[in-house]
Nanobody, 123 residues
């Protein structure tokens, strides 16, 4: 299984970025997909997740109304649209997959992880 995250970069506060995660080596539609992030000196935290059939999504309170997660099971990709970015969104963002039936916010639940993509938001 391989997960390739991309789309990170440097953006000013209030700006937008779109992260993508391309998956291979798995039956993509059988997996919950989530994004986590880890800021310097902090623990990794859940950002957003989407169920197998895209019927359910879950967001951290800190990103609700600003971030949108979506998936394309035909293309084996998941995207995270991030709008109105804030300096506190600065972190390395990781995509991860899990075969659970629900979206877990616990990183230990997820078996496979991408390599991470750095998002830096300047004030």
């Amino acid at each position: 299984v391989q997960l390739q995250a991309s789309g990170g970069g440097l953006v000013q506060a209030g700006g937008s970025l779109r992260l993508s995660c391309a998956a291979s080596g798995l039956t993509f539609s059988n997996y919950v997909i989530s994004w986590f992030r880890q800021a310097p000196g902090k623990e990794r935290e859940f950002v957003a997740g989407i169920s197998r059939g895209s019927g359910r999504t879950s967001y951290a309170e800190s990103v609700k109304g600003r971030f949108t997660i979506s998936r394309d099971n035909a293309e084996n990709t998941v995207n995270l649209q991030m709008n109105n970015l804030k300096p506190e969104d600065t972190a390395v963002y990781y995509c991860a997959v899990d075969q659970s039936l629900w979206i877990s916010v616990r990183d230990l639940t997820y078996r496979y992880w991408g390599q991470g993509t750095l998002v830096t938001v300047s004030s």
